[in-house]
């Protein structure tokens, strides 16, 4: 596309718990509630390849997919060494109304286009963040939506396996591709993630 603009880069009322390891940028801590998403060994067909991961699990998780792009793309979940995944991942729907709880790096009004691809004349451009945690007619099958909240679990840690350059470049490779309705991102050679399918992976990432 044209003129893009590329830069570097539930509810319930939470509560704070106690200092965990994490990944977070600003070193923030972690809220927990009733049914979010904790430390937990998950991904489809994990057990049948053996992954083998060191995962601290609490009641109440929800995340199906603790893994990244690729290696969920391909079903190659093996690990030869034990590891802590981190996969606590939060909905649009929570970041939509928990806008304190964002990464100081990309607060609820930062400009999309200050973190994402998209050209001058989209509808994405010049809109808050959180604007777009709404359904928007130009926002087909919500991939900008959930690609923003992707970013902000990367940003503070939530999803040590999906860092915040990795959800940029999802959305980028979505863009220029051709965006809405028609764009793709390929987390593997010879497959491509259609909107739906980028929409399926991040969710899957969240409680």
Same mark, same amino acid.
């Given at each position: 596309?044209?003129?893009?603009?590329?830069?570097? #880069?539930?509810?319930?009322?939470?509560?704070?718990?106690?200092?965990?390891?994490?990944?977070?940028?600003?070193?923030?801590?972690?809220?927990?509630? +009733?049914?979010?998403? *904790?430390? *937990?060994?998950?991904?489809?067909? +994990?057990?049948?390849?053996? +992954?083998?991961?060191?995962?601290? &699990?609490?009641?109440?998780?929800?995340? %199906?997919?603790?893994?990244?792009?690729?290696?969920?793309?391909?079903?190659?979940?093996?690990? =030869?060494?034990?590891?802590?995944?981190?996969?606590?991942?939060?909905?649009? !729907? $929570?970041?939509?109304? =928990?806008? &304190? +709880?964002? =990464?100081?790096?990309?607060?609820?009004?930062?400009?999309?286009?200050?973190?994402?691809?998209?050209?001058?004349? %989209?509808?994405?451009?010049?809109?808050?963040?959180?604007?777009?945690?709404?359904?928007? &007619?130009?926002?087909?099958?919500?991939?900008?939506?959930?690609?923003?909240?992707? $970013?902000?679990?990367?940003?503070?840690?939530?999803?040590?396996?999906?860092?915040?350059? *990795?959800?940029?470049?999802?959305?980028?490779?979505?863009?220029?591709?051709? #965006?809405?309705? *028609?764009?793709?991102?390929?987390?593997?050679? !010879?497959?491509?993630?259609?909107?739906?399918?980028?929409?399926?992976?991040?969710? !899957?990432?969240?409680?």
């Amino acid at each position: 596309m044209a003129n893009q603009d590329q830069h570097d #880069g539930d509810n319930g009322t939470p509560q704070l718990p106690p200092a965990a390891p994490s990944t977070a940028v600003d070193g923030a801590a972690k809220p927990a509630f +009733a049914g979010a998403a *904790r430390r *937990r060994f998950a991904t489809k067909g +994990a057990a049948a390849v053996g +992954a083998i991961l060191t995962v601290k &699990s609490q009641p109440g998780m929800a995340c %199906s997919i603790c893994h990244s792009p690729s290696g969920f793309a391909s079903g190659n979940l093996n690990s =030869h060494n034990p590891h802590v995944v981190v996969c606590q991942g939060l909905s649009p !729907g $929570y970041w939509k109304t =928990h806008t &304190s +709880a964002w =990464h100081s790096s990309c607060v609820s009004t930062t400009k999309f286009n200050k973190k994402f691809n998209c050209s001058t004349t %989209s509808g994405f451009y010049g809109k808050e963040m959180q604007f777009l945690l709404d359904h928007q &007619s130009y926002d087909q099958d919500n991939v900008a939506m959930h690609c923003i909240a992707a $970013y902000q679990n990367a940003l503070k840690g939530y999803t040590s396996f999906l860092k915040p350059d *990795r959800v940029q470049a999802i959305w980028n490779e979505y863009w220029r591709t051709g #965006g809405s309705g *028609r764009g793709y991102y390929t987390p593997m050679a !010879g497959k491509k993630w259609y909107g739906a399918e980028i929409v399926e992976y991040l969710k !899957g990432t969240m409680d």
